[in-house]
């Protein structure tokens, strides 16, 4: 059996970005952009109103202070014409400044008597609210550079460019395999003996949650040659594989042998922690498979120490959950031997060990906010010891 840190080890030398892809904009948030973007055009594309008001020449205005006003610019107008000297215009925001025109003063500061603008603006200079043509971005200029993360903010500064698709690297295709004989589905009914599968809805939100939006399912019984034949399509069809159950040593636990069938290196097989002593980790080429034990709880902690980091790696180069170094509100009896990840509640200044630690139990996890490392070398910690918490996704 190797050590959590030995696992780690083995497991960061995978996880290479996968080829580029071009992807609608829409579906790119959380993906790194695989080239430089360039502006296709000068934003604003035209000099542009900042405000409802009145746009005049400020040298006119200098030299005559009411100006007569001679038509109108809404948003979106099309209107191609020239301010004559001495006028103004009724301007809206968004709305292109005609030529003639270089600066707008809010309506709040005017008056108009018989047609004529008086402004009572002393602070206004000229070019005031007024956008000029490509003062965010010009024609040609570099916007976004190449291993930028698509933030929801690049999204809309990508789409006020025009821009509908990108090269990003994509998230891995990832197949979840949940093998044995006592699942069902939720929303049909419960015989005896059967429990309803939650590895698999657990399993694609966690995914989700770190965008991975297409994952694919596939439902085994614990029979070598099913399996085998299952897991054998999954690595055709994805990049990553995550099992669930059949990992440990019963006689119905088919995991490791159907992996050897397939030509899967074990890169490791069972690790000094709890939960989730049997976890398998091997790969086929580039493809990443893990066997991910079947308890729940297990699944779901192995998920965020082993499979997230290498996924965040693949899609935007970052590491797994962020970790904190934060003291305990309480004691935990432990003996040597094996790493604990227990369930905590983070409250912002210490770090609570929840109840309902069994891997069997979700209940705990699913009020937890935090995992708590404990190494294998650590016995019992008092109230108050320094402890590593890793703070799962909100
Ligand atoms: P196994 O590792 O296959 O022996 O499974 C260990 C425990 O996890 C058993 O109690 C299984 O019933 C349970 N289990 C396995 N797969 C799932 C699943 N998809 N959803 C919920 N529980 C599961
Ligand atoms: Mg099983």
Redesign the pocket.
């Known amino acids: 059996m190797i050590s959590v840190s030995e696992a780690r080890e083995i497991i960061q030398q995978y996880g290479a970005a996968l080829q580029p892809l071009s992807m609608k904009l829409q579906d790119a948030v959380g993906c790194r952009l695989a080239v430089d973007i360039f502006s296709p055009l000068d934003i604003p594309a035209y000099p542009q109103s900042s405000m409802d008001g009145y746009a005049f020449s400020f040298a006119d205005w200098q030299n005559n202070t009411g100006l007569q006003i001679k038509g109108e610019m809404a948003a979106g107008s099309s209107d191609q014409f020239k301010i004559d000297p001495d006028a103004a215009i009724r301007i809206f925001t968004g709305a292109a400044v005609p030529p003639g025109a270089d600066t707008v003063v809010m309506q709040e500061k005017i008056t108009v008597i018989n047609g004529v603008l008086q402004i009572q603006d002393e602070q206004l200079k000229k070019g005031a609210n007024v956008r000029l043509k490509g003062s965010e971005i010009k024609a040609g200029e570099l916007a976004l550079s190449a291993g930028m993360t698509v933030t929801p903010a690049a999204i809309g500064f990508l789409a006020a460019m025009g821009i509908t698709e990108l090269l990003v690297f994509p998230p891995p295709v990832i197949t979840i395999i ?3 004989n ?2 069902q589905t939720p929303g049909h009914e419960l015989s005896y003996g059967q ?6 809805f657990a399993l694609t939100a966690a995914l989700q949650q770190c965008g991975v939006k297409q994952v694919q399912l596939v439902q085994v019984s614990d029979e070598l040659e099913k399996l085998t034949h299952q897991l054998k399509q999954a690595l055709e069809q994805s990049d990553i594989v995550l099992l ?5 040593v ?1 006689d119905y ?1 088919f995991v490791v042998a159907a992996a050897q069938r397939c030509g899967i290196s074990t890169r490791f097989h069972k690790l000094k922690q709890r939960p989730g002593k ?1 976890l398998f980790f091997g790969t086929k080429e580039s493809k990443l498979i893990f066997g991910l ?4 709880s297990s699944v779901l902690t192995c998920f965020y120490m082993y499979v997230l980091p290498v996924v965040n790696k693949m899609i935007n180069g970052k590491n797994g959950l962020l970790i904190k170094q934060v003291p305990l509100s309480s004691a935990y009896q432990k003996t040597a031997g094996l790493t604990h990840f227990l369930k905590g509640y983070f409250d912002g200044h210490t770090v609570n060990p929840l109840g309902a630690q069994e891997s ?1 139990r979700m209940r705990s996890f699913a009020g937890a906010n935090c995992l708590i490392e404990l190494d294998e070398a650590i016995t019992d910690c008092d109230q108050g010891t320094i402890v590593a918490v890793h703070l799962l996704p909100e």
């Open positions: 949940i093998t044995g006592e699942l429990v309803y599968d939650s590895n698999s669930t159950g059949g990992v440990s019963g636990d049997p034990p079947g308890n729940p069997y």
